[in-house]
T-cell receptor, first 109, second 115 residues
């Protein structure tokens, strides 16, 4: 079964707008990680947020984690066409990562 | 420092043949994970290995699939008697000795097509 469920499944925005993706998970986690995948490519690690953290920033990325609601969000500010990709959250409850189905983001120039 | 290496990048097999997928972890990483991704889906965990040991194979199909990570050389994911449903992208990831869950670094994947 999937640990994470992303919402929305697909998102289309204009360049310069912000993109927000949400993720819910089912069981307790040590940390939650966000990955990006360009079509037909491997995964690129974006950011890791630990269970005792509430918010983390990295460049144009902002991630929040609410362990009481078992949810996380990824915000990409000032989006660019190059941000077009699929974004996955993955819960880490030990050593394996359990991925959600992903959000397919399209940023139109 | 080279990243996680996987080969081949693309593999075509006919039904009933064997598929061997190789993964070389990043330097200094002793933990290897294999994941499978079906089209339009997220990755599904298959197996977690350390050198010469299978730590968790809860995601591995019971038949035809096996994995190893020998003392020397790459990790191997082996699929015997492949069927069309095995067509997928197989990703390997590695991490340093675990401290309660670390970032996993992914390879570029092997795309298996079963004809």
């Amino acid at each position: 079964s999937q640990q994470g469920e992303e919402d929305p499944q697909a998102l289309s925005i204009q360049e310069g707008e912000n993109a927000t993706m949400n993720c819910s998970y089912k069981t307790s986690i040590n940390n939650l990680q966000w990955y990006r995948q360009n079509s037909g490519r491997g995964l690129v690690h974006l950011i890791l947020i630990r269970s005792n953290e509430r918010e983390k920033h990295s460049g144009r990325l902002r991630v929040t984690l609410d362990t009481s609601k078992k949810s996380s969000s990824l915000l990409i500010t000032a989006s660019r066409a190059a941000d077009t990709a699929s974004y996955f959250c993955a819960g880490n409850a030990g050593n394996m990562l359990t991925f959600g189905g992903g959000t397919r983001l399209m940023v139109k120039p | 420092n080279a990243g996680v290496m996987q080969n081949p990048r693309h593999l075509v097999r006919r039904r009933g043949q064997e598929a061997r997928l190789r993964c070389s972890p990043m330097k200094g990483h002793s933990h290897v994970y294999w994941y499978r991704q079906l089209p339009e889906e997220g990755l599904k965990f298959m197996v977690y290995l350390q050198k010469e040991n299978i730590i968790d194979e809860s995601g591995m199909p019971k038949e035809r699939f096996s994995a190893e990570f020998p003392k020397e050389g790459p990790s191997i994911l082996r699929i015997q008697q492949v069927v069309r449903g095995d067509s997928a992208a197989y990703f390997c990831a590695s991490s340093p000795p675990a401290q309660g869950g670390n970032e996993q670094f992914f390879g570029p994947g092997t795309r298996l097509t079963v004809l």
